[in-house]
């Protein structure tokens, strides 16, 4: 794993831990700056980044805080409290 897959890595778990402290403002700058390392790499998202992820306002989420997470027809549906959706198929 390169450098900037660990920095990305040990964003998203700040990120986690921001959320759990009730501090989503924090969470969603460490979103943000992983995005931009990933961007600046060329490097794609691991897929738990994407999963946890709000494409609409940078949350981190986690599924009972900030996120509700339901099954609907083969697909896993993750919505965000500002009322975004992403389905993304069941595995
Ligand atoms: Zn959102």
């Given at each position: 794993m390169g450098?900037?897959?660990e920095r990305i890595d040990r964003l998203a778990a700040l990120a986690r831990e921001?959320?759990?402290a009730d501090d989503p403002d924090r969470a969603r700058r460490y979103v943000r700056l992983a995005?931009?390392?990933a961007e600046r790499n060329r490097l794609t998202l691991p897929r738990s980044f994407r999963r946890f992820t709000c494409d609409a306002c940078d949350a981190y989420l986690r599924p009972g805080r900030n996120a509700r997470v339901?099954?609907?027809d083969g697909h896993v549906?993750?919505?965000c409290d500002c009322g975004a959706t992403a389905r993304y198929p069941y595995e």
């Amino acid at each position: 794993m390169g450098i900037a897959e660990e920095r990305i890595d040990r964003l998203a778990a700040l990120a986690r831990e921001a959320v759990a402290a009730d501090d989503p403002d924090r969470a969603r700058r460490y979103v943000r700056l992983a995005r931009r390392i990933a961007e600046r790499n060329r490097l794609t998202l691991p897929r738990s980044f994407r999963r946890f992820t709000c494409d609409a306002c940078d949350a981190y989420l986690r599924p009972g805080r900030n996120a509700r997470v339901r099954l609907a027809d083969g697909h896993v549906v993750v919505r965000c409290d500002c009322g975004a959706t992403a389905r993304y198929p069941y595995e």
